[in-house]
């Protein structure tokens, strides 16, 4: 009962000097049975669990840092959400639009692990057409481009040798390398022309090359002469497949969270976008299946633009409650969160957060991804606090000069999320 009241004294004080909101603007919840905070003051009934003091008393304290915090010289949006007991903690100018930066790579992960899934694979097929005469192939080799950026020099020469293993070592026809996968576009819509930007051919490989300057070699070297020329053209339907290589979804994925890496996060968009098999697929293909998924949130894609996967472009703009949203629903499908959580970089352990928040009771108990573009800085994730509860939180800040204020004070929310 001592806790009870102290704790209602802490709230008619701080009321005074500060409006924390745990109200969160009327937004279509996610599941019909899921309680939301909804109230304009910081009242507390005197019915209050522990765990609505608790909330009460995070939230308090969240808005402490940001009074503190010298936000008058840039935008701070954000919110957190209890996910055990499904209910808002804290919001503070939650649908303001802003832009992302690699905190885009939460809606592509999400969105890709909801349609093409965890077991998903890249695979790099090689194809032959016509007849083997002899040890002469009487048609073409065919390689499609498969976006793979794990594609090793190894993995080429394993499907160059198959095709002298094949019994063959004259093509009398062409070297055909099928770049149908995705579109020809090699720039992301909103890129800016002087940064460290992808390689968006079908034909990567390993290290940001391309290969079709290499395979001939390799064919050569394993015993194979190409009578034709080297060619770019879809594989036709009747070519039959000699030999493939594949690589997994999650190994993709990890390197795209825990490292920021862009290329990876390029990679996981377009083979979203092809996934329905349509050739040359785009940006507004994968866009396409992203708002369909923003849909059955209860997001309205209008209010957001998704320009490219990796959170590179300028023109990429969301918001925290549609970042929350987004990582809300993938709590609620196992499959989705247990590859986005082993996925995200750990406070004080690993990937990008591997030095931020050491120390502090954030330590291991943050996991969440981290955006970085000028004059912008993101954190968006999940958090475990002191009472056991997981909450889920986006914190947006920008109009920063420079990231390490903006990172000061997102490490400092977070310690008073785990607190």
């Known amino acids: 009962m001592k806790k009870h009241i102290l704790a209602l004294l802490l709230f008619s004080i701080a009321l005074v000097g500060s409006r924390a909101q745990l109200a969160e603007p009327a937004k279509p919840d996610l599941s019909d049975d899921a309680p939301v905070v909804q109230t304009d003051t910081l009242r507390v009934p005197f019915d209050a669990t522990e765990a609505d003091i608790h909330r009460a008393d995070v939230a308090l304290r969240l808005q402490k840092v940001l009074n503190k915090a010298d936000a008058g010289r840039c935008l701070v949006s954000m919110q957190v959400f209890d996910l055990t007991d499904s209910c808002y903690v804290f919001s503070h100018q939650p649908y303001q639009t802003m832009r992302p930066a690699s905190n885009q790579k939460i809606i592509t992960a999400v969105t890709a692990l909801s349609v093409i899934g965890s077991e998903y694979q890249l695979v790099t097929p090689l194809r032959l057409s016509g007849d083997v005469v002899g040890k002469s192939l009487l048609g073409n080799v065919y390689l499609r481009g498969a976006f793979d950026p794990l594609l090793s020099a190894a993995d080429?020469?394993?499907?160059?040798?198959?095709?002298?293993?094949?019994?063959?070592?004259?093509?009398?026809?062409?070297?055909?390398?099928?770049?149908?996968?995705?579109?020809?576009?090699?720039?992301?819509?909103?890129?800016?022309?002087?940064?460290?930007?992808?390689?968006?051919?079908?034909?990567?490989?390993?290290?940001?090359?391309?290969?079709?300057?290499?395979?001939?070699?390799?064919?050569?070297?394993?015993?194979?002469?190409?009578?034709?020329?080297?060619?770019?053209?879809?594989?036709?339907?009747?070519?039959?497949?000699?030999?493939?290589?594949?690589?997994?979804?999650?190994?993709?994925?990890?390197?795209?969270?825990?490292?920021?890496?862009?290329?990876?996060?390029?990679?996981?968009?377009?083979?979203?976008?092809?996934?329905?098999?349509?050739?040359?697929a785009s940006r507004k293909d994968a866009v396409?299946?992203?708002?369909?998924?923003?849909?059955?949130?209860?997001?309205?894609?209008?209010?957001?633009?998704?320009?490219?996967?990796?959170?590179?472009?300028?023109?990429?703009?969301?918001?925290?409650?549609?970042?929350?949203?987004?990582?809300?629903?993938?709590?609620?499908?196992?499959?989705?969160?247990?590859?986005?959580?082993?996925?995200?970089?750990?406070?004080?352990?690993?990937?990008?957060?591997?030095?931020?928040?050491?120390g502090t009771v954030a330590a291991s108990r943050v996991q969440a991804k981290t955006g970085t573009v000028k004059g912008v800085s993101?954190?968006?994730?999940?958090?475990?606090?002191?009472?056991?509860?997981?909450?889920?939180?986006?914190?947006?800040?920008?109009g920063t000069l420079s990231s390490k204020p903006a990172r000061d004070l997102q490490d400092s929310l977070c310690v008073e999320m785990c607190r």
């Open 288 to 358: 396409a299946f992203t708002e369909q998924i923003m849909k059955s949130c209860g997001l309205a894609p209008a209010d957001y633009i998704v320009a490219d996967g990796s959170g590179l472009s300028l023109y990429n703009y969301t918001t925290a409650d549609a970042m929350l949203t987004l990582l809300r629903y993938a709590y609620q499908n196992e499959q989705i969160y247990s590859a986005l959580l082993q996925s995200l970089p750990i406070a004080a352990v690993d990937g990008t957060l591997s030095k931020r928040m050491k």
């Open 378 to 398: 993101t954190l968006s994730g999940y958090a475990d606090a002191a009472d056991g509860h997981r909450y889920a939180f986006s914190i947006l800040v920008s």
């Open 156 to 280: 080429l020469k394993s499907l160059a040798a198959s095709v002298h293993e094949a019994g063959v070592d004259t093509v009398c026809g062409d070297l055909v390398f099928d770049i149908s996968m995705k579109d020809t576009l090699r720039a992301g819509w909103g890129w800016c022309w002087d940064d460290d930007n992808p390689v968006l051919s079908p034909l990567l490989m390993e290290g940001g090359k391309c290969y079709d300057a290499m395979f001939p070699a390799l064919l050569q070297q394993a015993g194979v002469t190409v009578l034709g020329k080297v060619c770019y053209s879809a594989a036709p339907a009747d070519a039959r497949q000699l030999s493939e290589i594949r690589h997994k979804l999650t190994d993709v994925l990890r390197p795209m969270m825990k490292d920021s890496d862009n290329q990876m996060a390029e990679v996981l968009f377009y083979h979203t976008a092809a996934s329905k098999g349509k050739p040359y």
